[in-house]
């Protein structure tokens, strides 16, 4: 019974479906809201309980069930119910679309959660397409200019994406005779040398796959459409689908590329270069942005400068090293945005402005909120005793003992320019005098939220081992 | 858990508590505070007294499993200069509630600042995992960013980030630093480091190299020029509290740091590279006293004349000498006894006369005699003469570097240094002068001297630095079996 193995992104996707057909008989505002956590909920009891210590190779090899896929689900499905009790505040907003709202949120997620399982260049493509048409249109649910710019940007520049991504499958099965994963590993390591056909090709699936997550140079769509989108959206973006972006990279990669050691060693080092540029222009470029949404789009871009060091790692050690920080890293990453993101949106709705200038004097009209956000920002900038802490720790201890220290001095020098913008809005928030001084009040459900997060985060920087023991447990085995 | 572990975590506990005192109970915030940090100033003085001056080491360890994956333990523990300086910190950081007792802005995220900012420090000396002394090291900058920000004067801002992006800079070349001593060796634990003899293993990086990584990380805290530009910005806009914090306890940080890591992990390349250091020592003196003079903002002035004293820290460490370290660890003492005390003067002076400037001050022993006296004793210790605290740790610092075998050159460095002496009497005397002689102004007939709570406080740091200055063997005793182990890495 092959379905059973993917029974949560089954429920998944039905949840969407009653969320739809629902939504014919009654508009109520906390129908789709309910339905979805509880299918969230359902769907992530199903994951949890099931055994993956054995991968499972279904669908003729389209998807490989695992460890791996397994703690993807989760923390895909946690991010998703993050940004479901934090969307409330826009119900005024997108009033006449609240339904297919969550509906395209979860389809979004059917495909993300897919995403780490793909066995096959094919549902590789099929997956992230899954993943990404929704978020276009959710992009531009605002209908706004600005929403519509972000929503068209993301549109043409991911189709070119994708076309790139494609084209350079077609060249890998040129070279392979296959676009099963395993298969190709095998292929390639019975030929006497790397052609340069293939290497094109793997170059082609890399840029490809920088795009999903935002990486420079294929970064550009990322500030517009962050700034113009719904804000639950931008955190969606932010969060979820760079995690998702992040574990295909990893799955495709270590599956199909990694032997022999110089191709796996060549790839590991062009993420490196990629790396290193990504997150120190996405650190200076957000030095001078006053517009909170562009600033932690920018953000964001640096941090996956960050992630993709656990990449370089992983191809620099054949695989061996590094799925258990990216992991890692991941979790505190979304934590974080989710601690950021929250008092974000229910603050720029309130103050009707996303301009940081704005956030003066915010301590006072509202401290837990501008704790929490303070603390997100804090892990952001990677500062203990948050999880943001060890989680750069544990990446740039992966990326020294891989002979890669050259880019751990250039990514802790990050680390400092980034502190400077992120203290720049933790100033605005404490130091400056508000203009208004009434409370801004923090509704119950992005409050629960808050608070969770928070906790989380704290809780992860003093005892990581939490969460690594089980990310250790979670890493893809390769044949 | 043991005693350190109390003294270390009972300051947070403090600052918890005071987060759940509704914010008009300002009495009970000012007495949590009091008495959360009166209890490890109590604890660290029991310590004090209880270390086994005779077997030396590392005593009142405690060790627990932290992040067993990558090897990185919960793992505290002193010797004779950590406990110093605990000691010094509890004391100052007590100090600190007393002479912030009249806060009036925002008081509950005030000492609740102040208790965290104390634990911060107090557990990068206790710390014998070096990833947990990086933490600490780290979590320091968040309080003190927010005590300069907030309740500084001045260009608080631009201080207090400009504090925060160079220690993170510096702390950037520190944690690449920890990373290559971690795969070198395998472990966070300084004890076994001390044990590991890197030459036989396979090294990350050339081990001059990561010497310098963690001799920058240190340099820009200690201050060493040219690191030095963020003290004076900090330690003037920042609130009196959070002065004597700074130059009292928390760059000696950045000289416990080259101590403990420095010289005692790397001490071939120290060795080697003793001359660079020891002519930035030189700088430090005679370029930070220079500059001293020139200055015109009484709490500047005290800022600058840190740069100037810290670099006799330098002078004793890197000359290598028994005598030289004990020197710089008594250094590093006084020091923090004395600006404290100058920091905590001034601080009244300028609350009560409203001014900052020499120039417009003047005069002030007729009106103010009793701060005036205060004044005086922490200048004398500042100049170094014989009965503080100050002439002991300095002249152990020239005669130690002038008689080290270890460093060739370090004699001609000594000599040069000796300016700083007279620079330091030169900017001392001319201020005494300016500020509290000649004839009096009208304008302050009405100050008030300095109250009894202030009285108590400024008393006891006078104690501490003649008691020190009289019968050194009080401290001596403590530091000498951690210098001389140290010193047996030269030879002696």
């Known amino acids: 019974m092959n379905w059973i193995t993917i029974i949560p992104e089954v429920i998944i996707a039905g949840t969407a479906l009653v969320i739809i057909l629902l939504d014919l008989i009654s508009h109520k505002r906390f129908l789709p809201t309910t339905v979805s956590i509880g299918g969230i909920v359902v769907a992530a009891i199903f994951t949890l309980t099931a055994d993956y210590s054995t991968p499972l190779t279904i669908f003729g090899g389209l998807l490989t069930i695992d460890g791996w896929s397994s703690f993807l689900r989760i923390i895909l499905l946690a991010v998703t119910a993050g940004v479901i009790l934090v969307s409330g505040d826009y119900y005024a907003k997108l009033k006449h679309s609240w339904a297919e709202y969550h509906a395209l949120l979860l389809f979004a997620l059917t495909g993300m959660m897919l995403m780490p399982s793909a066995g096959d260049l094919i549902s590789a493509f099929i997956t992230i397409e899954v993943a990404i048409i929704p978020l276009f249109i959710m992009a531009g649910l605002l209908k706004d200019s600005r929403s519509c710019e972000a929503s068209l940007k993301m549109m043409l520049i991911g189709g070119i994406a994708s076309a790139i991504m494609l084209y350079g499958m077609a060249f890998i099965f040129g070279s392979t005779a296959n676009t099963n994963l395993g298969e190709i590993s095998l292929a390639i390591s019975s030929m006497s040398e790397v052609s340069g056909g293939l290497m094109l090709g793997i170059l082609l699936l890399a840029a490809g796959f920088c795009f999903e997550v935002a990486a420079i140079p294929f970064h550009m769509w990322a500030p517009d459409t962050y700034e113009g989108s719904p804000t639950p959206v931008t955190l969606y973006l932010s969060a979820a689908s760079k995690i998702a972006g992040m574990a295909i990279i990893v799955r495709v990669f270590t599956t199909a590329f990694t032997n022999p050691q110089s191709l796996s060693a060549e790839w590991g080092i062009i993420f490196a270069a990629i790396s290193a540029l990504t997150m120190t222009l996405g650190n200076l470029l957000a030095l001078q942005q006053t517009n909170i949404k562009r600033l932690l789009a920018y953000s964001g871009i640096a941090h996956t400068g960050y992630l993709l060091i656990g990449i370089a790692v992983l191809g620099v050690s054949q695989g061996q090293d590094g799925q258990p920080t990216l992991l890692f890293y991941l979790a505190a990453f979304a934590l974080a945005e989710i601690a950021v993101f929250t008092p974000v949106i229910v603050i720029t709705r309130y103050l009707k402005s996303d301009e940081t200038g704005d956030f003066a004097g915010l301590g006072q009209r509202s401290p837990l909120m501008s704790l929490v956000l303070s603390l997100g920002l804090i892990s952001l900038i990677g500062l203990p005793p948050t999880a943001g802490f060890m989680a750069k720790l544990y990446i740039f201890t992966g990326a020294a003992n891989s002979g890669l220290l050259w880019l751990v001095i250039i990514a802790v020098l990050n680390t400092v320019i980034s502190a400077y913008y992120y203290l720049k809005i933790i100033k605005i928030i404490w130091l400056k005098e508000p203009v208004y001084t009434e409370k801004i009040s923090l509704p119950l459900l992005p409050g629960l939220v808050t608070i969770l997060t928070a906790t989380g985060l704290i809780l992860l920087g003093i005892a990581p081992y939490l969460l690594i023991k089980l990310a250790e447990g979670s890493v893809i085995i390769l044949p | ?492």
């Open chain 2, 1 to 492: 858990m043991g005693i350190l572990s109390i003294i270390l975590f009972m300051p947070v506990i403090g600052a918890l508590l005071i987060v759940l005192i509704p914010a008009s109970n300002v009495r009970l915030t000012k007495y949590t505070a009091f008495v959360f940090t009166l209890i490890p100033l109590m604890l660290s003085l029991y310590l004090f007294g209880s270390y086994d001056r005779m077997s030396g080491g590392f005593q009142f360890e405690e060790f627990a499993q932290w992040i067993p994956a990558i090897n990185a333990n919960y793992h505290i523990g002193v010797d004779g200069l950590s406990l110093s300086l605990v000691l010094l910190t509890t004391l100052l950081s007590f100090i600190s509630v007393l002479v912030s007792w009249k806060t009036s802005f925002r008081p509950r995220a005030f000492f609740a600042w102040l208790l965290l900012l104390e634990t911060s420090i107090l557990g990068v000396f206790v710390s014998l995992d070096l990833l947990l002394f990086f933490i600490f090291w780290e979590i320091e900058l968040i309080p003190m960013y927010f005590l300069i920000a907030l309740w500084g004067s001045g260009r608080r801002e631009y201080s207090a980030i400009k504090y925060v992006l160079y220690t993170l800079f510096g702390g950037a070349f520190m944690l690449a630093g920890i990373l290559s001593l971690y795969f070198t060796a395998g472990t966070f634990s300084v004890v076994e480091l001390y044990q590991t003899d890197f030459s036989l293993l396979a090294q990350a990086l050339p081990l001059a190299a990561t010497f310098f990584l963690f001799f920058i990380g240190f340099a820009v805290k200690l201050p060493v020029f040219p690191f030095h530009t963020w003290l004076p910005d900090a330690h003037t806009d920042a609130p009196t509290a959070a002065s004597i914090m700074l130059a009292g306890s928390l760059i000696k940080m950045g000289g416990y740091g080259m101590f403990r890591i420095c010289l005692g992990l790397f001490p071939d390349e120290a060795q080697h590279y003793a001359p660079l250091i020891l002519a930035l020592a030189v700088v430090n003196i005679v370029y930070g006293g220079a500059i001293t003079l020139k200055q015109t903002d009484i709490k500047r002035l005290i800022a600058y004349s840190s740069v100037s004293h810290m670099g006799f820290v330098l002078l004793g460490l890197f000359a290598l000498s028994e005598l030289s370290l004990l020197g710089a660890s008594l250094q590093l003492i006084s020091h923090g006894l004395i600006t404290g005390l100058l920091f905590a003067v001034t601080g009244i002076l300028i609350h009560n006369t409203h001014e900052r400037h020499i120039k417009k001050l003047g005069g002030l022993a007729r009106q103010v005699p009793v701060l005036t006296a205060i004044f005086v004793v922490g200048g004398v210790g500042a100049m170094a003469v014989p009965g503080t605290s100050g002439f002991i740790a300095e002249v152990t610092v020239f005669l130690g570097a002038f008689s080290t075998s270890v460093v060739s050159s370090a004699p001609v460095f000594t000599l040069i240094s000796l300016t700083g002496i007279l620079l330091a009497a030169a900017y001392i005397l001319t201020t005494l002068l300016k500020v509290f002689f000649g004839p009096p102004k009208p304008t302050f007939d009405h100050v008030h001297d300095v109250t009894l709570m202030e009285k108590i406080y400024c008393g006891v740091l006078v104690v501490c630095i003649f008691a020190i200055g009289l019968y050194p063997k009080l401290i001596i005793d403590i530091l000498e079996p951690v210098v001389a182990s140290m010193a047996l890495l030269w030879g002696g």
